[in-house]
């Protein structure tokens, strides 16, 4: 039983203590008030793949070595609903065996049967790299690739995908809008979104850059993932976050996230980090990418309870 699940049971048998069996029922409502109202931020909180990403063989630090068996991507649905109630997902496209069909019919049975859905897929492939370059034949090379990953997403359910801009020149931004715009195009007509991530394709102390990016491109076209963890600095995360959450349409990752003895998160104002995104209207997904130290199974609950505090 997790820590808040005893709580709520101890508040219950206190309240039922006080107020004999009269105020039975009064007790259990208050229960189910306060289980719906966890049920729903829950529906608010998403899970990487990347967040146990020393677990994945692929992706695997050679300095890792805390227990643990090894896992794949179909493990990842039920590993994650049965150990933290959370059944929205980032997979990773680097933590896919296949893309053949019978492979994705296997994926789409793993999400089927615990009742989970696809909210997002980071698309971190070499082939991203030319998305930005000068030659236009690298450059639709990329967007193919690209193009194979919008369907795989299409057939998983997915909402969208996170494409990253590769090398970018700043005083030539035209032309990488113009991938970002010839990729959009083909994502919407299978109804799924492009975001962009921070950090990925732009140095962490330049938001204005980004935000300069989506609006070339049309933020009717593409939309911000914003990453609390990927700034260097307070003043930097606070501007950045106020830039980009405008743009956010699905999700935004809570990453960065590290705690002391007592399960406090120290690296940086995570509240603050929340309270910009309300204030900026987001109604997506908050998604844990947990790469902190220690053990991830625990660093995952550790922000999910965050979440669960603030949400």
């Known amino acids: 039983m997790i820590r808040r699940d005893f709580l709520a049971r101890l508040t219950v048998s206190a309240a039922t203590a006080a107020l004999g069996r009269g105020g039975m029922r009064f007790a259990y409502a208050a229960q189910n008030r306060a289980a719906t109202r966890t049920f729903s931020k829950l ?3 998403s899970i990487s793949t990347w967040s146990l990403h020393n677990y994945f063989r692929v992706t695997r630090r050679e300095d890792f070595n805390l227990p643990g068996p090894m896992l794949s991507l179909l493990d990842f649905p039920a590993l994650i609903a ?3 109630n ?3 997902f980032e997979f990773c496209a680097v933590h896919f065996a296949s893309t053949e069909p019978a492979y994705l019919r296997e994926v789409k049975y793993a999400l089927a049967h615990t009742r989970s859905t696809v909210v997002n897929m980071p698309l971190d492939i070499k082939e991203s790299a030319t998305f930005s370059d000068p030659s236009r034949e690298e450059r639709m090379a990329s967007i193919d690739a ?4 919008v369907d795989v997403a299409h057939q998983l359910g997915a909402t969208s995908v996170r494409v990253d801009p590769g090398k970018v020149d700043p ?3 035209a032309r990488t809008a113009d991938s970002y715009k010839t990729v959009a195009a083909y994502a919407q007509a299978r109804g799924i979104h492009v975001i962009l991530e921070n950090l990925h394709g732009y140095g962490t102390d330049r938001p204005e850059e980004l935000a300069q990016l989506i609006k070339l491109i049309g933020p009717g076209r593409v939309g911000s993932l914003p990453d609390f963890g990927n700034f260097p600095d307070e003043a930097t995360r606070e501007r950045g976050l106020k830039m980009l959450f405008p743009y956010a349409q699905v999700v935004c990752h809570t990453k960065g996230l590290e705690f002391d003895t007592d399960g406090a998160e120290t690296k940086y104002d995570f509240p603050k980090a929340i309270e910009i995104s309300k204030k900026a209207g987001f109604r997506g997904f908050y ?3 947990f790469d902190g130290p220690g053990d991830p199974y625990v660093g995952i609950q550790k922000t ?3 979440l669960l505090k603030y949400l």
């Open 146 to 149: 690209v193009k194979h990953w």
């Open 287 to 289: 998604s844990i990418e």
């Open 171 to 173: 005083a030539n931004l």
């Open 304 to 306: 999910v309870d965050e």
């Open 82 to 84: 049965d150990r933290y």
């Open 86 to 88: 959370v059944r929205h």
């Open 43 to 45: 529906e608010r909180i």
